[in-house]
């Protein structure tokens, strides 16, 4: 039911982006101290999200294949973030890492703000406030 609605297709990828890249921060913070270690990060949600909605699915070839849902977000593409490497080979700094995952929490909850506003939307037109 949700998924025909486009505010909460997109309240949903933007959720999922979320947590991909919550994933991505904290993989870079556990490996601040490896050697060789190149710090990533993820491509920005509207440029991920544009692309999932201009057609960045998956052809299907045979009718007995299953399409990807609709609403489903693509993984987001993960992106090197050439920073400087140090003298053994890691690209991580652990300050850059801190004002990701800032943005990340500043992500999440705009995301949980959206999809609360969505939903008094939706309660409000069924008379339900």
Partial sequence: MFEKIEMMRMVHAMGQHVSQRQLVVARNIANADTPGYRAADMQDFDESYRQASLG?????????????????LQAGRVVDTGQQASPNGNTVSLEEEMVRAAEVKREN?????????????MRT????R
């Fill in 56 to 72: 960045g699915d998956l052809r299907v070839t045979n009718s007995r294949h299953l399409p990807s849902p609709e609403w489903a």
């Fill in 109 to 121: 909850d705009l995301s949980l703000g959206i999809y609360r506003s969505a939903l008094d939307l």
């Fill in 125 to 128: 037109s069924l008379g339900r």
